[in-house]
């Protein structure tokens, strides 16, 4: 089901590569439920590039962050590969300037959500994993032990599960056919909506239970394609000092504050944070709430429209209610 | 008005933070002060040069570290010195107002409000109003400097 996918985008991008600079896609990883990042440069590369339900990596944080990528021919263009969820980090990145529309070349592929390697691990302690493949609505995967089948919708991300935009929303090329969304906007954020049902109490309790989990290790931030400030992060700044090196709860929670409140009205969800969190810690949720905030009060969906100003960067004279 | 901003904490003093833009609310905070209007003594003010300077963060952290209320006054909508910074100021603090009960903290510990340079009287009920409900929420719980995983590695 994948092979025609990963064949069609091989050739689309071998018909492009000789005006790009670089092509950042996913490749074979170290094991078959895990793809890694890929810099394709010149067409015997290639074969290395795939497209599966495994390629969970939003690429588009190298264009900002990574000098390598960064520090190429200007005349020429940056190929980057994306999910529904990865165009939109693209669009926020645009419209905030830190690309240009011009200065990238977009295949977009239409997903039908990814697979959360540790929701597998959980519901089956794998070993020695031989191959992993989606087939229709199941994972199957074959270890040491033989085979095993997994119904998708246990083994796909968080995210997925919620997602309304599984289709690109820019791409110079499209990689198959448009899908149907799970959801609907207004409708993906159930797991919000539970949370505000608790008492204040308990979503404290929530809070103060996951958030002491948290190592302060940062991976969340550097994932995020929209935490651009690198090495100038307030967290980290001695000068300005907002946060000390004490191991406390309250540390914890105002780095999540900074993180979600300097993403508040930019953040796309794409889930790279929780993802790349090595205590799963359900970070994204916090993002989602404010999310659902700048819906319900300023009708804004980040990430969707390259010429549109993130709600917080800009005011409404007229705007009555707040 | 001077003297105003240094009261000593009583007994059951409750530590309200104010952040007040320096063109209008902290003058309307002095004219309260100039015309001897009684006010609570729970407020330490903050004084900023236009709520546009006021980060979210700002009223985030002093929650967080266990201020009792976070209190940011500013220029009427357009009315602002610079033209528009409470215009943003707006949306942000309504942003956080809608976020903070998200993270468990009480949202009426929060308030943000516009008073200007003559509106002592505004401003002597504003301060009177918010004191007296930080009063009855009592004090702000935070979120506890210790980490219980810090507790468990210490033992
Ligand atoms: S905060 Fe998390 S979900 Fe939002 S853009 Fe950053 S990595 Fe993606
Ligand atoms: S990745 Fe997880 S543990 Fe690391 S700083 Fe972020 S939330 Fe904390």
Redesign the pocket.
Known sequence: MFENATKQLRETVEAALPELNTVVGWRAGYDPLHMTPVFIKNAGDLSKLEWSPFCVQ?LS?YLVKDPAVRAQDPSKKIGICVKG?DSR?LV?LIQEKFIERNQIHVFGIPCRGTVDWRRVMKLGPLTGIQSARVEESRLVVEDANGGHTFALEDVLAR?CLRCAHPNPVIHDVLIGEPVTPRVAVENSYGEVERMEEQSLEDRLGFWKKELDKCLRCYA??N?????VCQDRCIAETREPRWLTQRVGTSEKFLFHFI??LH?AG???????????CPMEIP??LI??KLNKITLELMSYE??MDPEAVPPLLTFNPGETGL | MSGSNSVPVTEQGMKIVGFLCNWCSYGGADTAGVCRFKQPTDLRIIRIPCTGRMDPLFAAKSLIYGADGVLVSGCHPRDCHYAVGNLYARRRLEVLKHFLPFMGIDPRRFHYTWVSASEGQLWQRVVTDFSEQIHQLGPNPGIGAESEIFEKLGN
């Not at chain 1, 994932?223 to 935490?227: E, G, I, N, R, S």
């Not at chain 1, 930019?266 to 993802?275: D, L």
């Open positions: 939003n944080g969820c980090s926020a995210k969340c931030r994932a995020c394609p929209l935490c993180h979600a993403l930019r953040c796309t969800e794409c889930g790279e944070c929780e993802r790349a970070v994204t993002k989602e980040a990430g």
